[in-house]
């Protein structure tokens, strides 16, 4: 079998896959009542059960002759990174959740190890996490929640590095974060002040956070399987859907290098380069820089 049939085979079976799961389509052109929508054939419930993200392969450490771990900070109030952002609610369906609904609906359900830090080291309870998601005001008795629209950042960690057996540079995605400004306790200090502003006459200005810390961590193979089930919306073909493990892994988002693996226990940027946006985005710039040139490098004699 040469190359092309191959590839031809390779996207067949795609096309069927994509289109067997769908977004809430299944059925939708010959169904006769509402009921009938989203009801699937056995073939569709037999794909659908076997589907799997694609496997990444063993690559031996002996075959690795460069690496180097990144930090990255994904805003999803970039227009390009919107995909993951939307939709904020789950009125679209289980198969329709933004990227944090779609983890925070399986870190509910105990699918996945939250941790600390990135580095997996302490596991983080599900109980703890909630607590910061939700905390009761003191003074008004009115319980404060973080809601999916405030996680508007991502955290991922990643590692680039050079298959000398493929001669090749790549990229593997290790861990996420969803990244958090205010928790729900400082949110009742915020719903105070702003209660204070009202009686003195004084106009109210709620507060940028200066510092997003993350809510946990996770695992990101661990988690493959469950941003492979849930779909993003494609918006060159509603029919073909894509998802988030596919995008992820694709490097299909926008993002700013703001820590690597050093000798100074891998500090970040900021620690280095304080309260300068500026240079810290030319030092981001720089390290991109720098692995871009290390596959280059591996080419001169």
Avoid at 149 to 156: Q, V
Avoid at 196 to 212: A, C, H, Q, W
Wanted: charged share 30%.
């Amino acid at each position: 079998m040469n190359m092309k049939k191959i590839v031809s085979l390779f996207f067949t079976l795609l096309l069927s896959v994509s289109y067997s799961v769908g977004q809430g389509k299944a059925n939708l052109l010959n169904a006769k009542t509402v009921s009938q929508i989203g009801l699937k054939s056995k073939e569709q419930i037999k794909a659908d059960n076997t589907e799997k993200p694609l496997d990444y392969g063993i690559t031996k450490d002996e075959d690795i002759l460069w690496s180097k771990v990144v930090w990255e900070v994904i805003d999803l109030n970039q227009k390009i990174n919107h995909n993951y952002y939307f939709p904020i609610d789950s009125t679209l369906g289980s198969k329709r959740l933004s990227l944090y609904n779609t983890l925070n609906k399986a870190l509910k359900q105990k699918k996945f190890k939250a941790y600390e830090d990135s580095y997996f080291i302490d596991p983080k309870p599900v109980e703890k996490i909630q607590e910061e998601l939700s905390a009761v005001c003191v003074k008004s008795q009115i319980t404060e929640t973080v809601s999916p629209a405030d996680f508007d950042h991502f955290k991922i960690k990643g590692i680039w590095f050079f298959d000398k057996r493929q001669g090749e540079l790549k990229y593997r995605l290790l861990a996420i974060a969803p990244l958090i400004g205010f928790d729900a306790k400082k949110k009742c200090g915020i719903e105070e002040d702003r209660e204070r502003s009202e009686i003195d006459g004084e106009e109210f200005v709620y507060p940028t956070p200066k510092v997003l810390r993350t809510l946990y961590w996770a695992y990101f193979p661990e988690v493959r399987q469950i941003l492979h089930e849930s779909k993003v919306f494609n918006p060159k073909n509603g029919s073909r859907p894509i998802s988030y493990d596919h995008l992820l892994n694709s490097r299909r988002f926008s993002a700013i290098i703001v820590q690597e693996e050093n000798v100074y226990g891998n500090r970040a940027i900021d620690d280095y380069i304080p309260e300068n946006s500026l240079f810290q985005l030319l030092e981001a710039n720089k390290i991109k820089e720098d692995i871009r040139n290390r596959e280059m490098d591996m080419w001169n004699y």
